[in-house]
Each structure stands twice: as structure tokens, then as C-alpha cells.
């Protein structure tokens, strides 16, 4: 198996623009979940789906941020509009089933925002 | 403050020494994760755990409900073990049902 594939690896932008951020899980796992790692707070998770469905999207900052799952391979993190602030990694993550069980992790997105 | 704090934030070691990485946590939970991110950035989950110890290679891991506490502890240290342990569990009741959280992280670097 290909493990989590996220994409891109890297992101420039500039302030006020749209970024979207791709991943696509290990077949047949049921979980995915989006985090964000900054030097200042660590890893925390913004969102994370069930079956397709947001279960708990409690770490969302704001709603400059959305996600959406239209199905089980494929899901999507958007920031529209982008601020310096949101320059970190991004992680996404996939388990076989919720949050208890073991997740395997993607690369990773660099995002840069100036 | 954090609901999971881990101990130490930086720890150097020698080749071959014994390490342990400690990791307290105030909410109740259903597992807890011990993961490696390498100088990369890379992630790996070690351990999930919800009672006991668990080993692999190297590593072990422990928890201890009552006290709320975890550790993971490497034998035999290698320069390749160099990374960064987070800890993070997820919450098992009312609203920290199902919600991960995570401590900071402990640096840890061995030298040859």
C-alpha cells in the first residue's frame, strides 16, 4: 500500500488567497483525520471523519477553514482567506476505525503564507 | 493548561543508554498514543494503549489508569532514535468523548 498521500508537499501563497489541500487515505480505513503542527502549539487536531462524516471539527479555528469528504479516498482542507498566521504543517491521517485505533499519517503540506 | 504534559521537553543521551520519556495526562481516557516524528517530519505511530505495556524492538510502553500517567522507555539507545515523542490520548467521556490531545513533545538526541 502507498500509505496516506497528501498533496501538495509545499505551498507558497499570498495573503488573501484560497489554498486547498489534498489527501487521500490507506484503502479501507474508515478514519481521517486533519492536524496542524506550528512551533508554537504543537500538534492539534482541526477535524477528523468518520464514514465520510465530520465527527468532531471542534479544533477548526475558524471559519476561514473547511473540510469536506465526498468520499471514502479522497478529502479536502481548505483555508479561503489565507493569513500568515495560518503558515504551518499539515498533516492528514488515517485509522481503520476512529480516533482509538492506530493512525498512519501522511508526509505532510508546508504551508506558507506571506 | 494542557489536559497531557510530557516530561522532559529536551533530553540528550549517550549511545546505549536507557531513556524514558513521561507523559501525565488530566482528562479521562479510552487510549493513549505514543508517536515519533523524525528530524524530517515524518510521523509514525509507536503505541496504542489502554492498559498494561506494550513492547516493540526496543520500546516499551506503559500506563497506569489510576495515576494518569504514561511512559515509553527505549533500551539500549541509538543515534537513529533521535526524534521527536509526542504523547496523545484520546478522551473518553461527555465532551472530551472521542477528542485527541496532544503534550508538546520531548526532543530527544543521542549522541554516539
Known amino acids: 500500500d502507498a500509505g496516506v498521500i497528501q498533496s501538495p508537499r509545499h505551498e507558497v501563497t499570498e495573503m488573501g488567497q484560497e489554498v486547498t489541500l489534498r489527501c487521500k487515505p490507506i484503502?479501507?480505513?474508515?478514519?481521517l483525520f486533519w492536524y496542524r503542527q506550528t512551533m508554537m502549539r504543537g500538534l492539534e487536531l482541526l477535524i477528523y471523519?468518520?464514514?465520510?462524516?465530520?465527527?468532531?471539527d471542534s479544533g477548526m479555528p475558524e471559519d476561514r477553514f473547511s473540510a469536506k469528504m465526498p468520499n471514502a479516498s479522497f478529502s479536502t482542507l481548505k483555508i479561503q482567506p489565507s493569513e500568515p498566521r495560518d503558515s504551518a504543517v499539515y498533516f492528514c491521517?488515517?485509522?481503520?476505525?476512529?480516533?482509538?485505533?492506530?493512525?498512519?499519517f501522511g508526509p505532510g503540506t508546508r504551508l506558507t503564507v506571506t | 493548561k494542557n489536559e497531557v504534559e510530557q516530561s522532559p521537553q529536551n533530553l540528550t543521551a549517550q549511545e546505549g543508554e536507557f531513556i524514558t520519556i513521561n507523559c501525565s495526562y488530566s482528562?479521562?481516557?479510552?487510549?493513549l498514543h505514543w508517536l515519533q516524528q523524525h528530524p524530517g517530519g515524518g510521523i509514525v505511530s509507536l503505541f496504542m494503549l489502554s492498559s498494561g505495556k506494550k513492547k516493540h524492538g526496543r520500546l516499551i510502553a506503559t500506563i497506569n489508569i489510576q495515576e494518569k500517567h504514561s511512559s515509553l522507555h527505549i533500551t539500549a539507545s541509538h543515534p537513529r532514535d533521535s526524534a521527536v515523542y509526542i504523547c496523545a490520548v484520546r478522551g473518553d467521556r461527555g465532551s472530551t468523548l472521542g477528542r485527541l490531545y496532544f503534550g508538546r513533545g520531548t526532543q530527544l538526541t543521542v549522541w554516539p
Open positions: 491521517a488515517s485509522s481503520r476505525s476512529g480516533s482509538g485505533t492506530v493512525q498512519y
Open positions: 471523519f468518520n464514514n465520510n462524516v465530520p465527527i468532531d
Open positions: 482528562v479521562g481516557i479510552s487510549a
Open positions: 484503502s479501507g480505513h474508515n478514519s
